[in-house]
């Protein structure tokens, strides 16, 4: 997951995002969660909202959260393939081809 943008971003949130974007071209069965570019920007007016200080509060923390759970459902739903025997992972049931 890319950080999403915010009012104090800087170079370096770009190449981390960079970098995180790579990450599925070499990891097999890596997704990436792009908040950097479809997460709203994380400014003055936001965390006014959804900041206690430095860290998010609890409205933040939900309204993150239930941005991740969308973004990873639809990338279930997508890949519906990939995840199929998903809650067999760690079993030996997860390598018998059924």
Same mark, same amino acid.
């Given at each position: =997951?890319?950080?999403?943008?915010?009012?104090?971003?800087? @170079?370096?949130?770009?190449?981390?995002?960079?970098?995180?974007?790579?990450?599925?071209?070499?990891?097999? *069965?890596?997704?990436?969660?792009?908040?950097?570019?479809?997460?709203?920007?994380?400014?003055?007016?936001?965390?006014?909202?959804?900041?206690?200080?430095?860290?998010? *509060?609890? =409205?933040?923390?939900?309204?993150?959260?239930?941005?991740?759970?969308?973004?990873?459902?639809?990338?279930?739903? @997508?890949?519906?393939?990939?995840?199929?025997?998903?809650?067999?992972?760690?079993?030996?049931?997860?390598? *018998? @081809?059924?």
């Amino acid at each position: =997951m890319t950080m999403p943008r915010g009012d104090d971003d800087c @170079e370096l949130f770009d190449k981390h995002a960079e970098f995180i974007r790579s990450l599925p071209k070499y990891i097999k *069965n890596v997704y990436l969660l792009d908040f950097r570019k479809y997460a709203p920007v994380y400014d003055g007016k936001f965390k006014e909202k959804f900041y206690l200080g430095t860290h998010l *509060n609890a =409205m933040g923390y939900k309204f993150t959260a239930d941005m991740v759970a969308t973004y990873i459902d639809r990338i279930i739903c @997508e890949n519906a393939q990939d995840f199929k025997k998903i809650a067999l992972v760690g079993t030996p049931h997860y390598f *018998n @081809e059924e």
